[in-house]
């Protein structure tokens, strides 16, 4: 495929990157395994670099399929405002509800087993108030009034929970889906703007220092408690640079299509070569932040709001620049891994809850549950062992790739046919 004359090329490599971010995210949240050995804990410890990325390469993405004429001074939205907002809405909302609706259930039926100890004690109203200045567990745990929980229900139905500094409510990992939800409003704004600056670069040195700016202004004046850690982990503002700064790298990507200078050979070795020397440097400074500074938290502020823009930028032009996968059945299946990303972000939650009691059920007495129910479950008492944990990643993806085409692209297809006037 010659990138350089199709205009509306489909980058496979970007299907398979974005679907690896996703599985990254999966295994960061649900890796938590006492017998594992601690090098896979280390290797998936910087969950913060996989979500912006994936924010970064939905800019991108976005730009490159809903702009036409890109890199040149005619570029324009393909589609009316707002039938591009509804058919954002309609992708991201079904996953959302759904995966919301499938969590509370879940966490209602937690007491009924008790598989855990502490099941017994599981509600929709505890949550973890967000702090990253060493406050102890104990003291981060709260459990939301009546007016917190409505209160809590209605920004989740809107997609606006994210925007809630002091904890994350119900299905935790949709708060990237909150922040995604308001990057799409913002695109029909920035996206041709963006494309008609005269120097892309500067407008990124600028926007990397607008990024900076909350962090730093946080590290020295607070304490990093809540509502601040929580305000520099998901507001919507704050992370909007790294959405911004994705419809900068769709620019600049196709300003050097046009020139005819993408990187050849030598320049991806090089590119390669750097990309590596970069995250050797970051994770072996987190390590020196954490083991003999204590400043942890500097660090992963740091690390997680700005301070790396670039470098995952760069990693998503690398890849975008990687020779293109033709073989037809590695291209249909690249669509369909994926199309299953957001899924993941949604739903592998709700399906680790229920793979960890099941897989510790098995390992206790499970022939008791046939003839006595409750001894059954008593007798889950194994800590899981993670040699089963490949299970559970490829079960996630099964159901989040059939989630998507046979429940949400439905559901998707429904409300763009009743709202979009053709």
């Given at each position: 495929?010659?990138?350089?004359?199709?205009?509306?090329?489909?980058?496979?490599?970007?299907?398979?990157?974005?679907?690896?971010?996703?599985?990254?995210?999966?295994?960061?949240?649900?890796?938590?395994?006492?017998?594992?050995?601690?090098?896979?804990?280390?290797?998936?410890?910087?969950?913060?670099?996989?979500?912006?990325?994936?924010?970064?390469?939905?800019?991108?993405?976005?730009?490159?399929?809903?702009?036409?004429?890109?890199?040149?001074?005619?570029?324009?939205?393909?589609?009316?405002?707002?039938?591009?907002?509804?058919?954002?809405?309609?992708?991201?909302?079904?996953?959302?509800?759904?995966?919301?609706?499938?969590?509370?259930?879940?966490?209602?039926?937690?007491?009924?087993?008790?598989?855990?100890p502490k099941d017994i004690a599981s509600s929709i109203r505890n949550v973890t108030l967000?702090?990253?200045?060493?406050?102890?567990?104990?003291?981060?745990?709260?459990?939301?009034?009546?007016?917190?929980?409505?209160?809590?229900?209605?920004?989740?139905?809107?997609?606006?929970?994210?925007?809630?500094?002091?904890?994350?409510?119900?299905?935790?990992?949709?708060?990237?889906?909150?922040?995604?939800?308001?990057?799409?409003?913002?695109?029909?704004?920035?996206?041709?703007?963006?494309?008609?600056?005269?120097?892309?670069?500067?407008?990124?040195?600028?926007?990397?220092?607008?990024?900076?700016?909350?962090?730093?202004?946080?590290?020295?004046?607070?304490?990093?408690?809540?509502?601040?850690?929580?305000?520099?982990?998901?507001?919507?503002?704050?992370?909007?640079?790294?959405?911004?700064?994705?419809?900068?790298?769709?620019?600049?990507?196709?300003?050097?299509?046009?020139?005819?200078?993408?990187?050849?050979?030598?320049?991806?070795?090089?590119?390669?070569?750097?990309?590596?020397?970069?995250?050797?440097?970051?994770?072996?400074?987190?390590?020196?932040?954490?083991?003999?500074?204590?400043?942890?938290?500097?660090?992963?502020?740091?690390?997680?709001?700005?301070?790396?823009?670039?470098?995952?930028?760069?990693?998503?032009?690398?890849?975008?620049?990687?020779?293109?996968?033709?073989?037809?059945?590695?291209?249909?299946?690249?669509?369909?891994?994926?199309?299953?990303?957001?899924?993941?972000?949604?739903?592998?939650?709700?399906?680790?809850?229920?793979?960890?009691?099941?897989?510790?059920?098995?390992?206790?007495?499970?022939?008791?549950?046939?003839?006595?129910?409750?001894?059954?479950?008593?007798?889950?008492?194994?800590?899981?062992?993670?040699?089963?944990?490949?299970?559970?990643?490829?079960?996630?993806?099964?159901?989040?790739?059939?989630?998507?085409?046979?429940?949400?692209?439905?559901?998707?297809?429904?409300?763009?046919?009743?709202?979009?006037?053709?």
């Amino acid at each position: 495929m010659d990138k350089s004359l199709n205009e509306k090329q489909h980058f496979v490599t970007l299907e398979w990157f974005r679907f690896i971010l996703s599985l990254y995210i999966v295994i960061f949240h649900t890796f938590n395994y006492k017998d594992a050995p601690p090098i896979i804990r280390e290797i998936f410890d910087t969950g913060f670099f996989a979500t912006s990325s994936f924010f970064i390469l939905s800019g991108f993405i976005l730009a490159h399929v809903y702009l036409k004429n890109k890199g040149k001074s005619d570029v324009a939205l393909r589609e009316d405002p707002k039938d591009f907002l509804i058919k954002r809405f309609a992708n991201l909302w079904p996953i959302h509800i759904i995966s919301m609706i499938i969590f509370i259930l879940i966490i209602f039926s937690l007491p009924y087993f008790s598989v855990n100890p502490k099941d017994i004690a599981s509600s929709i109203r505890n949550v973890t108030l967000d702090a990253t200045n060493g406050a102890p567990y104990e003291e981060l745990k709260h459990t939301m009034s009546n007016i917190e929980l409505i209160l809590a229900y209605i920004m989740n139905i809107f997609m606006v929970h994210s925007w809630n500094p002091y904890y994350m409510t119900f299905n935790f990992p949709t708060w990237s889906i909150s922040t995604l939800f308001f990057f799409y409003l913002t695109f029909p704004y920035f996206a041709v703007r963006i494309h008609k600056m005269k120097n892309p670069y500067f407008g990124l040195f600028v926007l990397n220092a607008i990024y900076l700016t909350p962090v730093a202004i946080c590290l020295i004046f607070t304490e990093m408690s809540y509502p601040e850690a929580g305000f520099l982990h998901r507001n919507p503002l704050v992370r909007l640079p790294e959405f911004l700064s994705g419809i900068f790298l769709c620019y600049i990507y196709h300003k050097n299509r046009l020139k005819g200078t993408l990187p050849d050979l030598k320049k991806m070795l090089n590119i390669f070569i750097i990309i590596i020397l970069s995250l050797t440097i970051m994770k072996y400074w987190m390590y020196a932040m954490i083991h003999y500074w204590n400043s942890w938290n500097i660090a992963y502020h740091l690390l997680h709001n700005g301070l790396i823009l670039t470098l995952e930028m760069l990693i998503i032009y690398f890849v975008i620049n990687l020779p293109d996968i033709n073989k037809e059945s590695l291209v249909k299946l690249s669509l369909r891994i994926g199309g299953s990303s957001l899924p993941l972000f949604a739903l592998h939650m709700p399906i680790f809850y229920v793979f960890i009691r099941i897989q510790k059920v098995l390992e206790g007495e499970p022939s008791l549950c046939l003839i006595d129910f409750k001894s059954c479950m008593s007798a889950a008492t194994q800590e899981p062992h993670y040699i089963f944990y490949l299970f559970y990643l490829i079960i996630t993806v099964y159901l989040c790739v059939i989630f998507q085409e046979k429940v949400v692209i439905p559901i998707r297809q429904v409300i763009i046919k009743n709202t979009i006037k053709k």
